[in-house]
């Protein structure tokens, strides 16, 4: 007669659980950063899109746009590329969800013994990555085209990190976005409305120089606050404006993506969660 034994079951600790969480988040990031790797045509938009903007702008407007307060239009241009590439990254980060969406890797995901936030885990940190590369493209495409950062070390570095918390802000709004839409034709719908939202702000244009009502609601939006503090910290020109925006930019840089992300993170893992 044999004797079977009951081995007791060891409950998972807080620890443990982190460990696991962390591993499948690796695991998640890896798996998204890969498969960008291996798609030509978007590791080449990722990498020639910003040297063409920087040309179209730079050489084809630049001299017909003035500077409020002087100062060299592709200085006060490069701030504004560098957010607008944040700004355009959302469509990105919608449009990663919803192909997963559609090809069923999202339900596999969900049937595997992985955790639920180390999808969306991995999902914004690989996009953070690829932000941190397009960043990288485009300050080598400023620096061919004349434009330096005037700041000090710190300066410089906080300005970038003010450009990569819009980005981080961005993402949660495109995962949120993409769990919604679960089409590529509803991100085709979506990308032109991005557009107005990176245009009507100061990237391009000082709000002086547009009409007033415009110009008061371009200085107010996340992309101009942004825009205005790396403008600061770069030492770039273009720094003009009385308004409470203008003179605030930086405390603005730093609570508009924090709002975005207390309003979209929980609204995606409830999302997600829901869809299980």
Partial sequence: MTTTHVWPTIPA???TRLRAT?????????????????SPEELFGS?????????????VFGNAIPVPGGGEYREFLM?????????????????????DTERGVTDRFRAMPISSSAVMIGRSTSDMVRAGADLLVLIG??????WRSHGTVAATLGGLGLLLLLRLALIWVG???????????????????????????????????MPS??????????????????????GNPGLTGESWAAEHATLLA??????????????????????R
């Fill in 47 to 59: 990498l020639v899109f910003p040297l063409i903007t920087v040309l179209l702008f730079g050489y």
């Fill in 141 to 146: 495409c400023g620096a061919l085209v004349g």
């Fill in 13 to 15: 600790t807080a620890t």
């Fill in 213 to 234: 009502w415009l110009g008061t609601v371009a200085e107010f939006t996340p992309m101009s606050a942004t825009v205005t503090a790396t403008r600061e910290l770069f």
């Fill in 175 to 209: 995962i949120y976005l993409g769990l919604i839409l679960r089409t590529a034709e509803g991100v085709s719908a979506i990308s032109p409305l991005v557009l107005p939202f990176a245009m009507v702000s100061n990237a391009f244009v000082a709000p002086a120089l």
């Fill in 79 to 99: 701030p504004g590329l560098f957010a607008m590439t944040m700004i355009f990254g959302l469509v990105i980060t919608t449009g990663a969800v919803v192909t």
């Fill in 254 to 275: 730093v609570l508009w993506p924090l709002v975005l992300i207390l309003v979209f993170f929980p609204l995606a893992v409830g999302r997600y969660r829901r869809s």
């Fill in 22 to 38: 962390l591993a499948d988040s690796w695991l998640m990031t890896r798996r998204n950063l890969v498969y960008w790797i291996r």
